[in-house]
């Protein structure tokens, strides 16, 4: 995605066609339901819909506001969020559609600025993110939405579950974890105390330090940008060398969990 362009790919990541959206916008999110049918926002009030597979798009950018996520329940229930203007004001953008995207009605989306991300983990509980560490939960489909602490006030831009339960929160120089949720949210340690993987990109081993676990016993999990394990095992020993010969080029994010904390991060596998 980007300035007029969506990206597909039909190889798993090894090569991308550009696909024309239709709109002069700068494109910020997109979320297909199934592999025919999706949908992609962004900037000058975008919002465009493909029945094809993202061979054709269809819909309107007519100005304000500016769209940062799109999320489908099912194809005909929908969330839009972002941000619109009244005067000098930004304020929070939070739609509904309960018919494909033909109509949306507003909600109230109870954060003071603007709405970055919204994510549903099943058709009645969701949660968006926001400025000021703003945390939202809905369990009525977006009906309500209730305060969940953060104990922060930097701008939280992205949400993401692996499951109903285990999911992440990440903002400016900060990362949250759930694993039970999202009742509760754990801030997660830093960039610098991150597991070190080398070489990182890797073509089809990759070796990581995990010193840290001080005898301890982990379990690494990696997981695909859809957010499917691919991979889980035991790890005992101060360093473990993987083979990942099996994964495709692209990018995989990776936990490691133990009895007194979590870490988590990226790996990137590249081959010629």
């Known amino acids: 995605m980007g300035n007029n362009s969506i990206l ?16 002069n916008s700068i494109l910020r999110s997109v979320y297909f339901i199934d592999p025919n049918l999706g949908f992609s926002v962004g900037s000058n009030g975008a919002i465009i819909k493909t029945i094809d597979g993202g061979t054709n798009w269809v819909g309107s950018a007519p100005g304000w506001p500016e ?4 999320w489908f329940i099912n194809k005909d229930t929908g969330f839009v969020a972002g941000l619109g203007q009244t005067g000098p004001n930004t304020i929070p953008i939070l739609y509904k559609s309960v018919n494909g995207g033909a109509n949306w009605t507003s909600l109230n989306a109870t954060i003071s600025g603007p709405v970055y991300d919204v994510l549903f983990i099943n058709d009645s509980t969701g949660f968006i993110v926001g400025v000021f560490g703003a945390i939202r939960k809905t369990t009525d489909g977006g009906n309500t939405w209730t305060t969940q602490s953060s104990g922060t006030t930097k701008t939280l ?10 999911g992440y929160i990440s903002g400016i120089d900060i990362l949250f974890r759930t694993t039970n949720g999202g009742v509760s949210w754990i801030e997660q340690q830093k960039e610098k105390e991150k597991i070190c993987f080398f070489p990182n990109p890797c073509s089809y081993y990759i070796e990581g330090d995990f010193s840290f676990l001080k ?7 990696i997981y695909d940008l859809l957010g499917q394990l691919i991979w889980s095992e035991k790890v005992e ?19 490691c969990s133990w009895a007194e904390g979590n870490l988590c991060g990226k790996i990137t596998v590249l081959r010629d």
């Open 237 to 255: 020993s101060t360093s473990k060398k993987l083979s990942l010969s099996s994964l495709k080029n692209g990018t995989y994010y990776y936990s």
């Open 157 to 166: 831009y992205d949400i993401f579950f692996s499951d109903s339960l285990n």
């Open 67 to 70: 769209y940062r996520a799109v």
């Open 8 to 23: 597909k790919t039909s190889d798993g990541g090894n090569t991308w066609v550009n696909q024309n959206p239709g709109v």
């Open 215 to 221: 005898n301890e016993v982990g379990v690494l999990q």
